[in-house]
């Protein structure tokens, strides 16, 4: 594993995460889920390349958490299936479709992706 390479996502995977706060307080809650998306994403492929040397080229949050073989995020995934789905769903929407979103699936997606770094060992500060 590189080491230098995971230090590099998981900063980029922050980078994303404080980006969707300055989207929130432009009122783009579309583009802010999107930003949560790629935190979480890139923060998942980080924890795969710690934890097994490697990561796939995919972007299915539900894949690489199944790939993880992580317990807490497993149980975090199954309980807040459907923040995923809206995860999911904004990365697609941002990129080729006009999807509107509010303050609390913000929220509530934020709170995910807060959970997911916990279980992966990743402080957002």
Partial sequence: MSARLYEDMVARAKHFLNVSGYDVS???YDIA???LEQSVQIALKAYLLKTFGDFPKICSLKDLIDLSENSCLKKLAEDLWYIV?????A???????TRRYGE???????KFV???FKCIGISIT
Avoid: N, P, S
């Fill in 91 to 97: 990365y697609i929407g941002a990129r080729y479709l």
């Fill in 114 to 116: 807060q959970e997911v």
């Fill in 26 to 28: 432009a009122g783009r």
């Fill in 104 to 110: 609390k699936e913000y929220r509530e997606a934020l």
């Fill in 33 to 35: 889920l999107f930003h």
């Fill in 85 to 89: 789905d809206i995860l999911e769903d």
